[in-house]
């Protein structure tokens, strides 16, 4: 079993960077294909980006693709998103999603072990 603890949220001005952390207990973490999804108010979850337990990387989402990259350390335990060029519309929970040696799907269903999120705002 995992657990998924989100790290680094918060209110940001439009343009601005920010890095998110998921730290994952155990000792399979290289094992584990992970993933970011986000929710806006009033929104479906939405994918974002995923990191295959090989390294692939899925493509992220359209929304966010140029200005989201996301990356893992398994020696900390640790995935990231780097968020650049920020937008309002960017703010949303962002949730990290893990599944044992996925396929970096992009649909929630797939993955078997959430995190609670982390709230980030983005100022216009």
């Known amino acids: 079993q995992v657990q998924l603890v989100e790290s680094g949220g918060g209110l940001v001005q439009s343009g601005g960077s920010l890095r998110l952390s998921c730290a994952a207990s155990?000792?399979?973490?290289?094992?584990?294909?992970m993933a970011w999804f986000r929710q806006a108010p009033g929104k479906e979850r939405e994918f974002v980006a995923a990191i295959s337990w090989t390294g692939g990387r899925t493509d992220p989402a359209d929304s966010v693709k140029g200005r989201f990259t996301i990356s893992r350390d398994n020696a900390k335990n640790t995935v990231y998103l780097q968020m650049n060029s920020r937008k309002p519309e960017d703010t949303a929970v962002y949730y990290c999603a893990a599944e044992w040696r996925g396929r970096g799907a992009t649909v929630g269903e797939a993955y078997d072990y959430w995190g609670q999120g982390t709230q980030v705002t983005v100022s216009s």
């Open positions: 155990g000792r399979t973490f290289s094992s584990y294909t």
